[in-house]
């Protein structure tokens, strides 16, 4: 029973429709970074942003039955997946203990180069 909550912003011009999809999207970050991920008992949620302080040309080669949005969403989507996956692995390495829960720090100190306290 785990709920991680996550935000991913841009600065390009995206409809709130893409926005959701961007989001959307951004949860395979989660999948690729936590397992389980997304279990009946979580709560994972992520929220998608654009400042809109870019205008970005539709891609040209889009058929016209597509949204001019589509190939803008697919590209912030897949970065927005990534940079939330490697998100988490920072939020991972940099935890402390808390509580009396060990963090990944404090049970596996050899991951970095360290030794854990007492083991001389």
Known sequence: MNTTIGVVA???????AACRRVAIAAHDGLARSIRPAHTPLDG???????????????DPGLPAALSPETGLVSAVGAA???????????????????????SYRAMLPGAFGTRAEGNG
Do not use: M
């Open 10 to 16: 841009t600065d390009a011009v995206l409809s709130p």
């Open 44 to 58: 994972d949620t992520v929220f998608a942003l654009a400042t809109g302080a870019v205008e970005v040309p539709p």
């Open 80 to 102: 927005a997946g990534d940079c939330l996956a490697r998100a988490v692995l920072a939020g991972v390495i940099a935890a402390a203990p808390v509580a009396g829960i060990p």
